[in-house]
């Protein structure tokens, strides 16, 4: 397993399970993911079990809100060498994980951001901040300033992660 896919939530039954199929037709295949319940209660660990998803699927229960510790339990719970977090709320493009994975081929790379675009408007912020969009590997200043936990000034580096 190459790549582990981790999206966490809190009460949004109906929005995961539509992102978690929206998976189902990526170009790349070989990932796993790994599924953060912090409701109340364990409300649809059952549905996830019988979604018969091209990929194997963990559930992970965890009482209670908090972002950071359902991430970290994310990892804790992955498998994969490249760990790819996504919110419980997106409609990922068919070749994501693959275009994701293709930029760990540069062993100079650590780690990988990008930019959500809400759908209504996609196809005129593209148009319009083109000019701004640098080659693969690089930051955009623009997206170093709007997202507030990356730093364009600031190299950062992990140096290992724990997996299974």
Known sequence: ???SVIISTYKRKKRVLETIKSFFDQTYRE????VIDQG????FDEEISN???PF????VYLNGPNLCRARNAGIQNACGQILLFCDDDIVPDKSLVEKHISNYDDD??????GRII?????RELLLFFKFLHPAIGSINPLDASLICNFHRR???EIKHVGGC
Not at 31 to 34: A, L
């Open 1 to 3: 397993m190459k790549i």
């Open 31 to 34: 990932f796993e993911m790994v």
């Open 40 to 43: 109340p209660a364990r409300i």
């Open 51 to 53: 979604l018969n998803a």
């Open 56 to 59: 194997p699927i963990k559930y």
């Open 108 to 113: 100079n790379i650590g780690g990988v951001g």
């Open 118 to 122: 809400s759908s209504g408007r996609r």
């Open 154 to 156: 600031r190299r950062c």
